[in-house]
């Protein structure tokens, strides 16, 4: 079955870059997705990038795709302590949009 | 701008109890995703409607059923409740037709089965 694989924890410094590191599965997915989770919040869609991309920037957030190797990164520069979250990556079910496979997230934690 | 708006937010029911769980999606969106996310687990798909029609079906169980209405907020509904239905249930919305278009997730519903 499809799976997408994420790293569970990654502890940075404040201003320091982090780099979550996602892999996928289905090479159907037309797009791939990073969300972000606050404590006992909702999921908050950060970005998404298309699967013909290699790269996309918006503001502090850089995705690096490698369809190749299935290969999916989300860095954030300049990380600030409210960037603190559980970070999960997501491809697309057979190609079907909204039909989301989810990472087990990343737990990232920003030491001041 | 308005967002996905679930209800209730909090939710405690008993074993074999039965609950239900309302979505309200963005206006104008078509598309509704029910996801379940268990203590410490990423969101699992359990189903999806489009135009009030089930499109995909996830790991939904027997127990559950939902639907979408006409005005397009769609309901979940949970029956013979047992603790492991413990979770947070999302509700997403999405424009089909709209190429790379976004799933809008809601808050969630946090449902603890005692």
């Known amino acids: 079955g499809e799976d997408v694989e994420q790293s569970l924890f990654l502890s940075v410094r404040e201003g320091d870059s982090s780099v979550i590191n996602c892999t996928y599965t289905d090479s159907s997915s037309t797009y791939l997705y990073w969300y972000k989770q606050e404590p006992g919040a909702g999921l908050q869609l950060l970005t998404y990038i298309f699967s013909n991309m290699d790269m996309k920037q918006d503001q502090r957030l850089t995705v690096l795709l490698n369809k190749k190797d299935k290969h999916l990164s989300l860095r954030i520069a300049d990380t600030q302590t409210g960037d603190s979250a559980i970070y999960f990556c997501?491809?697309?079910?057979?190609?079907?949009?909204?039909?989301?496979?989810f990472g087990k997230g990343t737990k990232l934690s920003v030491k001041p | 701008a308005a967002g996905v708006i679930q209800s209730p937010r909090h939710l405690i029911k008993e074993k074999r109890e039965t609950a239900t769980l309302k979505c309200y999606p963005i206006?104008?969106?078509?598309?509704v995703y029910w996801y379940q996310q268990g203590p410490g687990q990423d969101p699992q798909f359990l189903i999806s409607f489009y135009e009030k029609m089930q499109s995909d079906k996830g790991s939904i169980p027997d127990r559950f059923s939902a639907q979408q209405f006409s005005d397009y907020h769609s309901e979940l509904n949970m029956s013979s409740l047992e603790l492991g239905d413990s979770a947070l249930y999302f509700c997403?919305?999405?424009?089909?037709?709209?190429?790379?278009?976004?799933?809008?997730f809601g808050q969630g519903t946090r449902l603890t089965v005692v």
């Open positions: 997403a919305s999405s424009l089909k037709e709209v190429s790379g278009t976004e799933a809008f």
């Open positions: 997501a491809e697309e079910d057979g190609g079907s949009q909204g039909n989301l496979i």
């Open positions: 206006p104008r969106h078509d598309t």
